[in-house]
């Protein structure tokens, strides 16, 4: 039987722990291809590389695992993936683990997730996998039980199309972690500061601080769910047409 073929990367560089627990798992379910950035693109949504070129590099940080790193993006490196390097669409896109949470209004801005909808774009089966821990030194032990569990029954169930899971793991130990649940996304929101530096020349600079909260309370929610002790699962899409909306726009009567 010909094992699937999976299309690991992520956001936090070829070198991070995350990616390294997760290709462990997916080298046991399938052929692996890794094709993650060569340095951290946290934060960096779905830009795509358009004003400089793209490198590429045949590693060896994984034995028995073809890998490249790329100086691009995680959407760069789903592109030229399945453009350049892999003979056929993958079976499976798979990008993480991140290091901290990308729940709620976190995957706008998450390359992780974006490497999945890029995957979903194409009309692939994609999962972005996060863990609630922002630390380089993150236990993903505890956690890969759940993740193996969820690429199976990614591959062996009709995954919506043009679809991918937003999956986001509990900072707990496995035995505490009370199961999976499928949630809506959370309405929450970074109450962003910018702290005002200066550098040895005494010139001003910024750096991005913030507080997130603002949840709307629901308990149907990822963050409900994570707060709970569940792994968070939601399906998410590109389409971003505020579909609700459409009917209230139609009553403006823009062409009289």
Same mark, same amino acid.
């Given at each position: 039987?010909?094992?699937?073929?999976?299309?690991?990367?992520?956001?936090?560089?070829?070198?991070?722990?995350?990616?390294?627990? /997760?290709?462990?798992?997916?080298?046991?379910?399938?052929?692996?291809?890794?094709?993650?950035?060569?340095?951290? +693109?946290?934060?960096?949504? #779905?830009?795509?590389?358009?004003?400089? *070129? /793209?490198?590429? @590099?045949?590693?060896?940080?994984?034995?028995? %695992?073809?890998?490249?790193?790329?100086?691009? &993006?995680?959407?760069?490196?789903?592109?030229?993936?399945? @453009?350049?390097? /892999?003979?056929?669409?993958?079976? !499976?896109?798979?990008?993480?683990?991140?290091?901290?949470?990308?729940?709620?209004?976190?995957? %706008?801005?998450?390359? &992780?997730?974006?490497?999945?909808?890029?995957?979903?774009?194409?009309?692939? *089966?994609?999962?972005?996998?996060?863990?609630?821990? #922002?630390?380089?030194?993150?236990?993903?032990?505890?956690?890969?039980?759940? %993740?193996?569990?969820?690429?199976?029954?990614?591959?062996?169930?009709?995954?919506?199309?043009?679809?991918?899971?937003?999956?986001?793991?509990?900072? !707990?130990?496995?035995?505490?972690?009370?199961?999976?649940?499928?949630?809506?996304?959370?309405?929450?929101?970074?109450? @962003?500061?910018?702290?005002?530096?200066?550098? *040895?020349?005494?010139?001003?600079?910024?750096? !991005? &601080?913030?507080?997130?909260?603002?949840?709307?309370?629901?308990?149907?929610?990822?963050?409900?769910? !994570?707060?709970?002790?569940?792994?968070?699962?939601?399906?998410?899409?590109?389409?971003?047409?505020?579909? #609700?909306?459409?009917?209230?726009?139609?009553?403006? @009567?823009?062409? +009289?």
């Amino acid at each position: 039987m010909t094992k699937p073929l999976i299309l690991v990367t992520n956001d936090d560089g070829i070198t991070a722990p995350g990616i390294e627990a /997760l290709v462990s798992i997916a080298k046991t379910i399938g052929e692996v291809i890794v094709v993650a950035p060569d340095s951290p +693109q946290s934060g960096m949504g #779905h830009a795509i590389t358009v004003n400089a *070129p /793209l490198r590429l @590099n045949r590693g060896n940080y994984f034995p028995d %695992i073809v890998n490249y790193s790329c100086s691009g &993006t995680p959407v760069d490196c789903v592109k030229i993936g399945i @453009n350049k390097i /892999l003979k056929k669409k993958p079976d !499976l896109v798979v990008s993480g683990i991140n290091h901290g949470s990308n729940a709620a209004t976190n995957v %706008i801005y998450s390359g &992780t997730m974006s490497a999945a909808v890029e995957g979903a774009i194409e009309n692939i *089966p994609s999962i972005g996998f996060s863990l609630l821990d #922002h630390s380089f030194d993150a236990d993903f032990k505890s956690s890969k039980t759940f %993740i193996k569990a969820i690429i199976l029954k990614a591959l062996k169930n009709d995954f919506p199309h043009y679809t991918c899971l937003n999956v986001n793991i509990p900072k !707990l130990i496995e035995k505490e972690i009370k199961g999976i649940k499928i949630c809506r996304q959370a309405t929450a929101f970074w109450d @962003n500061d910018f702290d005002e530096r200066k550098d *040895p020349l005494g010139k001003k600079y910024y750096w !991005l &601080t913030g507080q997130f909260g603002g949840h709307d309370g629901g308990s149907d929610t990822d963050l409900s769910a !994570l707060e709970k002790g569940y792994i968070s699962v939601v399906p998410t899409q590109f389409d971003m047409t505020a579909h #609700h909306a459409i009917g209230e726009l139609n009553r403006w @009567n823009f062409n +009289q």
